[in-house]
Structures are given as C-alpha cells and as structure tokens.
C-alpha cells in the first residue's frame, strides 16, 4: 500500500486540475463532475470532454436530466451499458496505422 500512497499523492500535485468523479446508481443514473462540454449525445450514447480525457456512455434511453458547465456537472439517467475513457495517445497510433495503409 505504501506505493499506492505515493502515487496517490503525487497525482494530486499534478498542475491545477478540475477534479473528476462518476456516480452511478443502479446503472440508471449517473452524476459525472469535471465536465468541460458534452460534444455531442442522443438517447444511445454520450460523448463528454472531461478532465480527466474523452469519455465515452452508452446504453439505451440515456436522458440528460442535468447540465452545468459552469460547475462541470453533468446528470445522465437511462439503462447503461458500457462507460469508456478514450485515450488521446491511443487514438493517434490508430490513426497513424490507418494512414499508413491507406498511403
């Protein structure tokens, strides 16, 4: 435990970050915080900037119920399926495999 610690606080002095939480209950509603924009949504999936990276929602009659940009509070009810965090560097190997076959 004593390296989880350290790593714990070592994330925490990272430069001045808006803190980034996801509550879920009952995999019927969810209240996500470090919202920067919602970049796009309808009743299968949600697509949020966050702090934290892109995140990806899905599942079936999602609903936002609540959003603040100003506070980065965003509330999601609907049946979820599957919550995926995109990564940024993930995504630039993929597309530099695209164009190299495609060149």
């Keep these: 435990m004593e390296g989880y610690d350290k790593n714990i606080s070592g994330r925490n002095s990272h430069i001045h970050q808006a803190e980034h939480n996801v509550k879920v209950w009952n995999r ?45 509070q965003v509330t999601i009810k609907g049946r979820v399926y599957e919550m995926t965090y995109l990564d940024e560097n993930h995504g630039e190997k993929a597309k530099g495999l695209f164009s190299k076959l495609f060149k």
């Design 28 to 72: 019927r509603n969810l209240e996500i915080s470090g919202v920067k924009e919602v970049d796009s949504f309808d009743s299968e999936e949600f697509l949020l900037q966050t702090s934290m990276g892109y995140l990806v929602i899905r599942g079936e009659n999602l609903q936002m119920k609540n959003l603040n940009l100003d506070d980065g």
